[in-house]
């Protein structure tokens, strides 16, 4: 079945230094969300990118959509305390299927 | 204050028991989810409903019953349950399933935390 896979699982970096999530999903997505989870919480709408090379800024935040509409990335400047959780990336599938990546979870040191 | 609510937040049942899970949007959307989210493993989707319609059912075993009396109000119904269906439950919506597929952005409840004995 298709699978959407993120890399690292887990990444540690101290406040002030920058962070990347990569999702690759092994088929073809018609559009890519990314949603951020707090510890305890649930998860929380980010964005949606649709077009093939899209990119779209949020402040510190920066997301990309491959160009063959299978990865996207993930990237944050200057990490912040605030930005600890984990990240999903997650897409479409066939019918009415949706697939959420295994999330990598980051941790900001003070 | 996602406008998706859930009760309980927390519950702990044996394996013999049967309780209910609630979802409620207060978003006027017109599709709802119930997903399940497992340790060290994705959020895995349960059930779809589109205008109260069942539209997907990813397998999920019988002793996991939804059942969506309106579009603002979505449950599972739980009966003779595993201890590894111990999870955080998690309920969404969304506008709706834009052209038939599954792509709307999705608002989660904050889950409840299922704990089976």
């Known amino acids: 079945g298709q699978q959407v896979m993120q890399i690292p699982q887990y990444q540690h970096v101290q406040e002030g230094e920058d962070f990347t999530t990569y999702c690759n999903s092994s088929t073809t997505l018609s559009n890519i969300q990314w949603y951020k989870q707090r510890p305890g919480g649930h998860p929380v709408f980010l964005i949606q990118l649709v077009k093939s090379g899209e990119v779209k800024k949020q402040k510190r935040l920066t997301f990309q959509f491959g160009e063959a509409k299978k990865n996207s990335s993930l990237h944050i400047t200057a990490t912040q305390t605030t930005d600890v959780g984990t990240y999903f990336c997650?897409?479409?599938?066939?019918?009415?299927?949706?697939?959420f990546g295994t999330g990598t979870s980051l941790t900001v040191i003070p | 204050e996602t406008g998706v609510t859930q009760t309980p937040r927390h519950l702990v049942m044996g394996m013999t028991n049967k309780k209910s899970l609630k979802c409620e949007q207060h978003?006027?959307?017109?599709?709802m989810y119930w997903y399940k989210q497992s340790a060290k493993k994705p959020l895995e989707l349960m059930f779809v409903y589109s205008l109260e319609e069942r539209v997907e059912n990813n397998s999920v075993p019988s002793r996991f019953s939804p059942e969506c009396p309106n579009s603002s109000h979505l449950f599972l119904h739980l009966h003779t349950l595993q201890p590894e269906d111990s999870a955080l439950y998690l309920c969404?919506?969304?506008?709706?399933?834009?052209?038939?597929?599954?792509?709307?952005?999705?608002?989660f409840g904050p889950g409840t935390r299922l704990t089976v004995l």
């Open positions: 978003l006027g959307h017109n599709a």
């Open positions: 997650a897409g479409p599938g066939t019918g009415n299927q949706f697939y």
């Open positions: 969404a919506s969304s506008q709706d399933l834009a052209g038939g597929l599954l792509s709307g952005t999705q608002y």
